[in-house]
């Protein structure tokens, strides 16, 4: 009867006195992390404010990443046929709506320009050429990137220009 009491430590000693498997944890290769980031550099005056410095306008690498982060805004604008593509290069809003949803598609849209004439600026200069050419150029570009029914803006006779939804 003794025996049957030390039953039930007989797996946890046998489970104590066997080797486990030996299980690796190092890689063959160094793990890459691919890290993409914006750093804002605050100066602080005397009063103690804090204000963000500028940053340049040929910093293409910002205005790239913050056209990626509110790509998803503007498609929604332009499907919902709010905003149209402009024959330079710019975003316009044909119809606002009310309210605070207003304000942000016209906020939206406005910093999506802002950050448009920054690479167009640069293209400019690598280019040399005029920015209204580099303005035109993206202008033809991005309407032929445009989906079916979305504003586009179109030539038509006499150096006019119209707005049709693309076919």
Same mark, same amino acid.
Request: glycine share 6%; hydrophobic share 35%.
């Given at each position: 009867?003794?025996?049957?009491?030390?039953?039930?430590?007989?797996?946890? #000693?046998?489970?104590?006195?066997?080797? !486990?498997?030996? &299980?690796?944890?190092?890689? @063959? $290769?160094?793990?890459?992390?691919?890290?993409?980031?914006?750093?804002?550099?605050?100066?602080?005056?005397?009063?103690?404010?804090?204000?963000?410095?500028?940053?340049?306008?040929?910093?293409?690498?910002?205005?790239?990443?913050?056209?990626?982060?509110?790509?998803?805004?503007?498609?929604?604008?332009?499907?919902?046929? #709010?905003?149209?593509?402009?024959?330079? !290069?710019?975003? &316009?809003?044909?119809?606002? @709506? $009310?309210?605070?949803?207003?304000?942000?598609?016209?906020?939206?849209?406005?910093?999506?320009?802002?950050?448009?004439?920054?690479?167009?600026?640069?293209?400019?200069?690598?280019?040399?050429?005029?920015?209204?050419?580099?303005?035109?150029?993206?202008?033809?570009?991005?309407?032929?990137?445009?989906?079916?029914?979305?504003?586009?803006?179109?030539?038509?006779?006499?150096?006019?220009?119209?707005?049709?939804?693309?076919?």
């Amino acid at each position: 009867m003794r025996i049957f009491r030390w039953l039930p430590a007989v797996p946890l #000693l046998l489970a104590c006195s066997c080797k !486990g498997p030996t &299980v690796n944890l190092s890689t @063959p $290769e160094p793990i890459v992390v691919d890290i993409n980031m914006r750093v804002d550099i605050y100066e602080r005056s005397g009063a103690g404010a804090a204000k963000p410095k500028a940053a340049p306008e040929t910093d293409t690498s910002g205005a790239d990443a913050r056209r990626r982060a509110r790509m998803g805004d503007i498609q929604t604008f332009k499907n919902s046929r #709010l905003v149209g593509e402009n024959r330079m !290069g710019l975003l &316009v809003v044909r119809d606002q @709506p $009310e309210g605070s949803y207003g304000k942000f598609v016209a906020k939206t849209v406005s910093e999506e320009n802002a950050d448009r004439m920054v690479v167009m600026r640069k293209l400019a200069a690598e280019r040399s050429m005029p920015i209204e050419d580099v303005q035109e150029q993206q202008g033809e570009l991005w309407s032929n990137r445009s989906f079916s029914g979305e504003w586009i803006e179109v030539p038509q006779d006499n150096n006019t220009w119209r707005w049709v939804q693309k076919q």
